[in-house]
């Protein structure tokens, strides 16, 4: 089993749509969440950091439940700029990595 | 430009040739991190610097591999008989000791392409 699990998508939703990714972790003693943004042939950029208490950033929504050992990053109002791959991670120095779920967003 | 700078973009060798990259962090960041980076998949840690000190190397970095920091700031990466398999990205990235959950940052990345 992977350390870090995503689905890799793709999802394709219309502009205007709400979607969901999920992430699940297996290390329980993981202390940091984040989730990066990765656009084609480019490198990755953070995102927004995960806390327990949940955290949102505009259209962004992410959330930890550490009971289960998943995070989630919800995306409102999608826009077309928000085409890209997610990639969510885990842990401190050792960051672990997910595959990423790629994102189309289409008019 | 303040955020973390890699040289070369690209680099296309030869199986067998060594190569040598370089990383420049985020200057106030003491932390540096090498991953690495093959199609459909996140980035694979490598290794990781607290200041000059190499503190962590993942088993992935085989005997081939070295990582240096002489002076705390930046980084080389180097790949002795480079082998086909060696072909991906490589990425360096930067945080601040103390910073929020330790958030890293992203250089643009080393594209390695063995022949």
């Known amino acids: 089993r992977k350390e870090v699990e995503q689905d890799p998508g793709p999802f394709n939703v219309p502009e205007g749509a709400t979607v969901a990714f999920n992430c699940t972790y297996s290390n329980s003693a993981s202390q940091s969440f984040f989730w990066y943004r990765q656009d084609c042939r480019k490198e990755p950029k953070l995102l927004m950091s995960?806390?327990?208490s949940g955290n949102e950033d505009g259209r962004f929504t992410a959330q930890l439940n550490r009971a289960s050992q998943y995070i989630s990053l919800l995306i409102r109002d999608s826009k077309l700029s928000d085409s890209a791959t997610y990639l969510c991670?885990?842990?401190?120095?050792?960051?672990?990595f997910g595959a990423g779920t790629r994102l189309f967003v289409k008019a | 430009d303040t955020g973390v700078s890699q040289d070369p973009r690209h680099k296309i060798t030869k199986r067998g040739q060594n190569v040598t990259f370089r990383c420049d962090p985020i200057s106030e960041h003491n932390r540096l991190y090498w991953y690495r980076q093959t199609l459909g998949q996140g980035p694979e840690f490598l290794t990781y610097f607290q200041n000059e000190a190499q503190l962590e190397k993942s088993r992935l970095l085989s005997d081939r591999f070295s990582a240096e920091r002489p002076k705390g700031s930046f980084s080389t990466l180097e790949i002795q008989r480079t082998e086909q398999g060696d072909s991906a990205m490589y990425l360096c990235?930067?945080?601040?000791?103390?910073?929020?959950?330790?958030?890293?940052?992203f250089g643009p990345g080393t594209r390695l392409t063995v022949l």
């Open positions: 991670a885990t842990g401190g120095f050792k960051t672990i």
């Open positions: 990235a930067s945080s601040q000791r103390g910073g929020p959950g330790n958030e890293q940052f």
């Open positions: 995960v806390y327990s």
